[in-house]
């Protein structure tokens, strides 16, 4: 993961940011960006479908070089900006403390 | 098989010939073998001919002894040779040997109610000069295409709309609500077409023009009576195979050799099967394979050729074969498609004219009598699944369902849940079995224009559709219901159209088909449904009346739906791989049209080129916008 921020504040926003633009681009097509909020339901708002989920995951593991398991992919871990985003956090943070506490 | 076109003028003023010979010529590729074309004062009808029964003494328009009565006709009435006899017994007398006179002789006994009589596929217009009418019909199914329009005071109808679209007055612009309908249904609903103002006649529907007016009527409609005769499943598989037979039988009358379509399923397999039992001559089968082994079924198609002795022929498809013909493939559907299967059949058609031949016997139709296709058996797994929500096993059945779309594998129960519509409100949805489909196909309509959505706003094609049922409807158990909503929306609209009638008659060759034999039909739609899916056995009935004639290979299989690589095929290298492509999706040219989001198709266009997953629903919106821009380019231009 990179920031070009220097607090965690930053580091989340950033984060968020890339979330974003990659759900803008591929599921609306660069429309609505500024009408969707980090904690809109990306099911509810019809943008995601059953390939959609298998392009976000697969946008995570390369953007953030980290493994999503099978039993992670729920909407509880994927389903709005800011659970993607805590999500990655969480799974980044694991990462780090599993190796040692090196990134 | 024909192309057939014609204008009645409303207010008595003349036809010219000229007009309608151009109308005709539009549809040459129906009927390359002859031109016809019959004037009489404000009446005009035209006819391109493929000879087929009695090549030498059937051309068209053809009259009645008297004169009285002029036809012109596209398609088979398979059951002549039986309804001439019982007419010459009545005192009639015939001059040729074709199909074409026993219907003017039928019409001479029946008026409007011939078409009760025929066992066939037909499109066609009679001129009753004595009672000053214009008579036109459409089988019952809706194998032959029919359109019509009344533009000012002159009737125009034909074939394909690009006959309709020869006359200089008609307009042509886009019906925006068709519009919507593909993008929903993956077909327009008749009378509706992507074409405004020009209607297109329904399946089992009569029209009349008399006295200035139009007025359309179904004379045959599917219905799903409650069966009280208890038969046994034995019974009910001699029933269905003896009909098969002799549908069979009568389709294979003809004055030139017939080919059959060998996919490697259950339904070619048996009509291939049973010709091999009315005849031991030489017999032809095509197919098409695929260099992708996702959708190559080539392993059956051998399995079944070695079984049943044919002299087989194959078509290989690539991707780029599909980009190279989809223009003509658009020209010929006159509609845009969600799809690009009906590519390969284009090419498919291709195969069996440059083999000589012009007419081809297939299992079309099968799997929506007799419950073949994953839908009904999806629909039957999600509401057994709604019916306990919280149940960890029921929705593992979906996953098996679908082996082949890898995507499901690994989606939680939670996703499933909400991408196959198993709540409480969906489970009481008249339209439940096919929401899934029909809610992921909406949502391409994101592409549209601001404009046209602003049209738009206030239709839903989900709620006409509902709306629009016939009253039965909810008496019908779960598994009709959803057979009805596929033998009543895409069948018609799509499978026999831009994958059947279009893509064979693009290359003169003439598609038939015994499961749709109407006797067959109303059978089917006597048969339980139980004995159509027995669990999760689609066409249960069919396999077990057929156990005998086909290879265990082929009965056994999972059922594959036929399927062709998509948006992919447009592109190699991350380039276009066609000019047409980028000219057709360049923002300007979108821009230009107005139908679709420039800004939404870049990005869409970009994600394609560069690879990677491409869902259903992205290949859906590419092929769909591509195709409509080929539609409006091609049939509209700068009006």
Known sequence: MSSTGTGKGSRMHTLESAIRSFIVDNFLFGEGENGLKNEDSLLENGLIDSTGILELVAFIQQSFKLIVEDEEIVPDNLDSIDKIAKFVKRKDEARVRNNGGKP | ?639
């Open chain 2, 1 to 639: 098989m024909c192309g057939i076109c014609g204008v009645l003028n409303l207010n008595s003023k003349p036809v010219s010939a000229q007009v309608v010979e151009k109308m005709a010529e539009t549809i040459r590729h129906r009927g390359p073998d002859q031109n016809g074309v019959y004037t009489d004062g404000k009446v005009g009808l035209g006819h391109r001919r493929l000879s087929i029964i009695d090549v030498a003494c059937g051309q068209q328009p053809m009259p009645n002894a008297d004169k009285s009565l002029w036809i012109s006709f596209n398609g088979e009435i398979f059951n002549y040779v039986e309804l001439r006899e019982d007419l010459e017994r009545r005192g009639h007398r015939f001059r040729t040997r074709s199909d074409t006179e026993v219907i003017l002789h039928l019409y001479e006994e029946h008026g409007e109610e011939c078409v009760q009589h025929f066992n066939g596929q037909w499109a066609f217009a009679i001129w009753d000069r004595k009672k000053d009418r214009l008579f036109l019909s459409r089988d019952r199914l809706g194998v032959r295409p029919l359109f019509y329009t009344l533009n000012n005071e002159t009737f125009i109808f034909g074939s394909e709309i690009k006959a309709i679209l020869a006359c200089p007055e008609v307009r042509r612009e886009l019906d925006l609500i068709g519009l919507d309908q593909i993008f929903t249904f993956w077909c327009t609903r008749a009378p509706r077409t992507i074409f405004r103002n020009i209607l297109e006649l329904p399946p089992g529907h009569s029209l009349l023009v008399e006295a200035g007016r139009i007025r359309t009527w179904p004379y045959w409609q599917l219905d799903y009576p409650q069966q009280n005769e208890k038969l046994s499943e034995k019974d009910w598989a001699e029933r269905l195979l003896e009909l098969l037979m002799d549908a069979t039988r009568i389709r294979l009358r003809s004055d030139v050799p017939v080919g059959a379509y060998l996919s490697g399923g259950l339904d070619s397999t048996v009509v291939t099967a049973i010709i091999r039992r009315h005849s031991e001559a030489r017999l032809k089968t095509f197919s098409v394979v695929f260099e992708d082994p996702e959708f190559d079924e080539r392993r059956y198609q051998r399995e079944a050729v070695d079984f049943l002795r044919t002299e087989h022929h194959e078509v290989g498809i690539t991707g780029e074969d599909i980009a190279r013909v989809f223009p003509k493939v658009i020209w010929h559907a006159e509609k845009p498609v969600l799809r690009s299967a009906p590519a390969p059949l284009f090419l498919l058609s291709s195969l069996v004219r440059n083999q000589g031949y012009k007419v081809v016997l297939s299992g079309e139709g099968a799997d929506e009598i007799l419950g073949g296709y994953d839908i009904f058996k999806e629909a039957k797994i999600r509401r057994f699944w709604g019916r306990r929500l919280e149940s960890r096993f029921r929705p593992l059945l979906l996953k098996r369902l679908y082996p082949y779309l890898g995507n499901l594998r690994s989606q939680s129960q939670s996703y499933l849940k909400a991408f196959f519509h198993v709540g409480a409100e969906d489970l009481a949805n008249p339209l439940f079995s096919h929401l899934p489909r029909w809610e992921l196909t909406s949502r391409i309509k994101g592409f549209f224009s601001e404009d046209l959505r602003t049209e738009l706003r206030g239709y839903s094609a989900l709620e006409e559709l509902a709306s629009s049922l016939p009253a039965a409807f909810a008496s019908w158990d779960d598994f009709t219901k959803s057979q009805y909503l596929e033998a009543s929306c895409l069948f018609p609209g799509y499978i026999l159209s831009s994958q059947g009638d279009r893509m064979g008659m693009a290359h003169s060759v003439e598609g038939r088909f015994p499961f749709l034999d109407h006797r067959v039909v109303e059978l089917a739609m006597q048969i339980p449904p139980q004995l159509k899916m027995k669990v999760l056995s689609e066409k249960h009935i069919l396999k077990r009346a057929t156990t005998e004639l086909v290879p265990a290979a082929v009965t056994s299989r999972s059922k594959q739906p036929y399927r062709a690589p998509d948006s992919a095929s447009f592109f190699s290298r991350g380039k276009a791989s066609e000019p047409y492509v980028e000219e057709m999706l360049a923002s300007a040219r979108i821009r230009h049209e107005g139908v679709f989001n420039p800004t939404k198709v870049g990005k869409l266009y970009d994600k394609i080129k560069r690879g990677g997953v491409i869902g259903v629903k992205d290949n859906m919106a590419l092929l769909g916008i591509l195709s409509t821009q080929l539609v409006i380019s091609q049939f509209i231009g700068n009006q």
